[in-house]
C-alpha cells in the first residue's frame, strides 16, 4: 500500500512559518509596549518626585526663583508624561494587532492540521481495510488449500 501524502502538506508549512512569524511580530511589539510602559513609570515617579521637593522646599521658605523651575519643570515632566502616554497607546494598539494577526494565522495553521489529521485518519481506515482484505484472502486460500490435501 502506497505512504500517506497530505496534498496540502506545503501549504500547512508555509502557513507554520507564517504562525511563527507573527508570533515573533508579537514579542517585539510585547517588548515595546513593555518598554513604553517602563518609560512611563519612570516619567511619573519623577513627577511624584518632583511633588514631593517642591512641598519640602516650601517649609524651607525657599526663593520665587526656585519654585518657578519646579513649576517648569513640573510642567514639561507632565508635557512628556502626556506624549508617552500617546506612545503606550500606540504601542498597546500595535501589540493588539500583532496579537490578531498571530491568532489568525495560528488559527489558519489549526485548520490545515485538523484536515491533515482527518484525512491521515481516512487513509488508516483505508489502509486497514485493505490489510484485513489481504488477511481475509490469505485465510480463504489456506483454507482452501488445507481442504485440497484432505
Known amino acids: 500500500m502506497k505512504k500517506f501524502s497530505f496534498k496540502l502538506e506545503q501549504l500547512l508549512k508555509v502557513k507554520e512559518g507564517m504562525e511563527n512569524l507573527k508570533k515573533e511580530e508579537l514579542f517585539k511589539a510585547k517588548a515595546r509596549l513593555e518598554e513604553e510602559k517602563s518609560i512611563l513609570e519612570g516619567l511619573e515617579t519623577k513627577k511624584r518626585e518632583i511633588l514631593n521637593q517642591k512641598y519640602e522646599r516650601e517649609m524651607d521658605f525657599v526663593k520665587a526663583v526656585e519654585f518657578i523651575y519646579f513649576d517648569n519643570y513640573y510642567r514639561k515632566i507632565s508635557e512628556m508624561i502626556g506624549i508617552q502616554r500617546q506612545k503606550v497607546n500606540e504601542a498597546q494598539k ?57
Not at 490545515?112 to 485493505?130: G, P, S
Not at 482484505?133 to 489456506?142: M, R, S, T, Y
Request: with cysteine; hydrophobic share 25%.
Open 94 to 150: 500595535e501589540y493588539d494587532d500583532c496579537l490578531n494577526n498571530y491568532l489568525e494565522a495560528k488559527k489558519e495553521k489549526r485548520t490545515l492540521e485538523i484536515l491533515k489529521e482527518k484525512k491521515f485518519k481516512t487513509f488508516l481506515e483505508e489502509y486497514n481495510r485493505e490489510e484485513q482484505k489481504n488477511l481475509d484472502e490469505h485465510g480463504i486460500i489456506a483454507f482452501s488449500r488445507r481442504d485440497e490435501v484432505n
